[in-house]
């Protein structure tokens, strides 16, 4: 089958050829693999392309290792990576100390956060990794407080509700990440682009929380943020209230656009502790690469219980798998 490739895919091959560094080699890749057409004809360009990234990802990764030590940075961790941003004491930290094992130092002042502090967030069999980083303010962010945000998968942006001044929080702290194209627009969607740029710059999707839910004015003041920004979703939350805790890691799940997917051996049954994380519209392709990175070559079939019209049927490669498919993969 012929592989039909695009003047999209082919602009994105040159760039690669004439890239001189790491980043700029590993983003051309990352624009090829998003832009190939997905058809049998070319799942073994795919699978190349998808080796050549690996192999450049784990280059630039020894290379920061061997490098400065940049508090800012935080590793990746588990099925996603949620940053945290606001201003002083919107609860943030608490929010960390909640949702997280994390120990994050809460007191009434502001900045007490200094530096990216991480913990893991469980999330029914998978975990989410959300990280607390230091306040922005009237005079800018911290220095490296921007690459942390851009290294995310999803902002979570915190509004106290509790205070007289969450509208100016509000309105600040997105004006801000507008300015900083850390965020596309107050849509809190990615931006149309395939490739979720603008230009070169990696941008985000965001929730907001309206932290301090059970203070006495709070209500009043989230009806008025709501009045006035009547296209933005505010999610009500308190660290007293185990039930919008629970409502909020829904929504992250939700927004980071994940899925959770079983593997079984045929004639066993499925193991149902450890799914495979994909992206939500990936394939039985992409969960084959997943597990090994020769599987894409040698997989004759696959059977699904789940998504499929009925349990067992036999899938194409390019079958788009949904959340609790479990797949029997026959190489």
Partial sequence: MPANLTPQYHAAEEAFKKASTLEEKIEALQEMLAVIPK??????????????????KEEGEKKAKGSRYNPFFVEKQ????VVMVGYPNTGKSSLLSALTRAKAKVAEYPFTTSFPLAGMMPYQDIFIQLVDTPPISSEGPPPGLLNTLRGGDLLLITIDTSSDLCLEQTEETL???LNKKVI???????????DGKIGKIQVLPFLIAATKSDHPQSRENLKILQELNPNLSFLQVSVNDETTLNALKEKIFQ?????????KA??????MGTPFVLKRGETVLDLAYNIHRDFPNRLKNARIWGSSKY???SVARDYVLEDGDIVELNV
């Fill in 39 to 56: 058809h049998k004809g070319t799942e073994k360009l795919q699978a190349d392309l998808k080796r050549r990234l690996s192999k450049l």
């Fill in 78 to 81: 588990g099925a996603g990576q």
């Fill in 175 to 177: 004006s801000f990440l």
């Fill in 184 to 194: 596309y627009d107050l849509s809190g969607k990615r931006p149309p682009a395939e």
């Fill in 255 to 263: 927004a980071l656009e994940i899925i959770r997917v079983y593997t």
């Fill in 266 to 271: 045929p004639g066993k049954q499925p193991d």
């Fill in 311 to 313: 349990d067992g049927q």
